[in-house]
């Protein structure tokens, strides 16, 4: 329930329309709902006007497919990160509807109608291995709202293939740059736009990359102002962060 919703219902009280222990009954699980394993929360949505995002990673195929059964129930737009096939397979099941995308490990349910903002997110990846990181930050910023434009494969070994999409990336609103190995990408792409830069360092590299860690202490060192970092591999976390400055920016 979102706070549209809740207008709605309270209105609807208010004229009349509904009693109020109808109202009651759907309050009712608005703070929380108790699925023994799991609390899903309700109230998220009318706190940040985004529903629970589900951590797939470390569940089981039957938590995560009970866990959306209940949300569908709320006729929330749902999203699903680090997801197998396998659970998409569960959920397909009960939701036919629901896509997945095999690449960014991504279950999605749209439920309501998304409007896109007019501006957009640009997400731009250094090489081709960090494509996983990309799609679940482009899954993630469509599900929210967001247009996409996703430019790839433009890291710094070749910095040429970067120099020919830079019209497009200086027109977005907010640039995510998802790099591994040095992560030098971030810093680069930094100093050629006046656009917010949220780095995704990620695990892609060889062993002194240490899993990622290289790629993040080099974003956070950057020289280039208005660089922020977020988490390795962590292209959900990115793409929200940029859709809120998007949607800051548009408002």
């Known amino acids: 329930m979102d706070n549209e919703a809740l207008r709605k219902l309270l209105t609807s009280v208010q004229n009349g329309e509904l009693k109020v222990e109808e109202a009651l009954e759907d ?6 709902k108790d699925l023994g394993f799991a609390l899903i929360d309700n109230h998220r949505e009318v706190r940040t006007g985004v529903p629970e995002v589900i951590y797939c990673a470390g569940k089981t195929v ?3 497919r009970q866990i959306i059964e209940y949300m569908l129930t709320r006729d929330n737009n749902i999203l699903g990160t ?5 659970m ?3 959920v397909k099941a009960i939701c ?5 995308n095999p690449i960014g490990r991504t279950i999605t349910v749209r439920r309501r109608p998304v409007e896109l903002t007019d501006s957009y997110i640009a997400i731009v990846s250094a ?6 990181v990309v799609e679940e930050a482009v899954e993630t910023a469509l599900i929210l709202g967001n247009r996409v434009e996703k430019i790839t494969d433009v890291g710094v070994a070749g910095i040429h293939r970067l120099f020919d999409k830079l019209g497009v990336i200086r027109e977005a609103k907010v640039v995510v740059v998802v790099a591994g190995m040095e992560g030098a990408l971030a810093s680069v792409l930094g100093g050629l736009t006046d656009k917010p830069v949220i780095a995704v360092p990620t695990s892609i590299g060889y062993g002194a990359n240490f899993g990622g860690l290289s790629a993040l202490l080099s974003m956070l060192n950057s020289c280039a102002s208005g660089v922020s970092v977020v988490n390795i591999d962590n292209g959900y976390g ?3 962060c940029a859709s809120m400055i998007n949607k800051l920016a548009s408002s």
């Open 96 to 100: 036919p509807e629901a896509e997945y």
């Open 127 to 132: 090489g081709t291995s960090d494509l996983p």
């Open 27 to 32: 309050l009712k699980e608005l703070p929380f």
């Open 238 to 240: 990115g793409a929200y």
């Open 88 to 90: 998409y397979e569960a």
């Open 82 to 86: 680090r997801a197998s096939a396998e």
């Open 62 to 64: 039957e938590q995560v």
